[in-house]
């Protein structure tokens, strides 16, 4: 397959734009006070990497509830407060009243309460403080119990993208192919429908070698909001002048 450089050119300035709107306004859920929580990065950092571990199986909306949701029945989202939990009380606060999530991950939660403590000193924010290389934040995240790849380059492209966190490049920040980024990027024409995720990863390296992860947000929001599986509204999406489907639509 041959690249027109100046259509990707073009769709790269499109993500770079979703970007910087999604910055000043960021809405991981419906939930304000959700959000609040996940983002603040100075007092609660553990929260983002607590909700990041709890991507995993569920629409996104329910993974990043699930601090707010936690706090809400313990009472406290400190830090240090979430250290003294046992496994069974986790357990606990995680299924009472209601399952806050489809699989069983009061494990993996305490895990990363208990690394967050042990080798950060209670302070997450040490995992992407200092500018750091894009492939040491990766690295960190991949060393909790329950984070592959796929999470571990979301996290990193969440906190780089769009809470402004600094680092030395993005060279080691992948697309992660969910299902609309998936979706729209074979429709742009970069992939076959059945591609694997490694094909998806390679394709967008290739594409945009020093940040492959560039394309997520843009295609996320397309995926959800006009390129959707059935019937794609071509003549209102942002990237019809660079998709080479039929726009009649
Ligand atoms: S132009 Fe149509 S097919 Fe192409 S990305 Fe947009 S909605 Fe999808």
Redesign the pocket.
């Known amino acids: 397959m041959v690249d027109n450089p100046a259509r990707v050119e073009g769709i790269l300035q499109l993500a770079a734009q979703a970007r910087e709107r999604s910055s000043s306004r960021v809405e991981f859920t419906s939930n304000p006070e959700a959000d609040a929580l996940l983002t603040d990065l100075q007092h609660h950092p553990h929260a983002f990497v607590l909700g990041c571990l709890m991507s995993r199986q569920v629409r996104a909306e329910k993974a990043w509830l699930l601090p707010w949701a936690f706090r809400e029945r313990l009472g406290s989202f400190e830090i240090a407060a979430l250290a003294r939990l046992t496994e069974p009380e986790v357990l606990h606060h995680m299924m009472h009243p209601t399952p806050l999530h489809r699989l069983p991950m009061a494990g993996v939660f305490r895990d990363g309460v208990q690394r967050i403590v042990s080798i950060y000193g209670g302070d997450a924010s040490r995992m992407w403080s200092g500018s750091p290389p894009s492939a040491a934040i990766v690295r960190r995240f991949l060393e909790f119990r329950g984070a592959g790849p796929k999470i571990a380059s979301m996290a990193a492209n969440l906190l780089v993208s769009l809470l402004g966190v600094p680092v030395s490049d993005r060279y080691s920040i992948d697309i992660s192919p969910d299902r609309h980024i998936r979706?729209?990027f074979s429709?742009?024409g970069f992939v076959p429908d059945d591609a694997d995720d490694d094909l998806i990863i390679y394709r967008a390296r290739e594409l945009s070698p020093e940040y492959p992860g560039a394309f997520d947000l843009l295609?996320w929001e397309?995926?959800r909001e006009?390129?959707?599986p059935g019937n794609?509204?071509?003549?209102?999406?942002?990237?019809?002048e660079?998709?080479?489907?039929?726009?009649a639509?």
Request: contains cysteine; proline residues 8%; glycine residues 4%.
């Open positions: 979706r729209v429709r742009l295609l397309v995926g006009t390129c959707r794609p509204r071509c003549t209102a999406c942002a990237l019809a660079q998709c080479p489907r039929d726009h639509t």
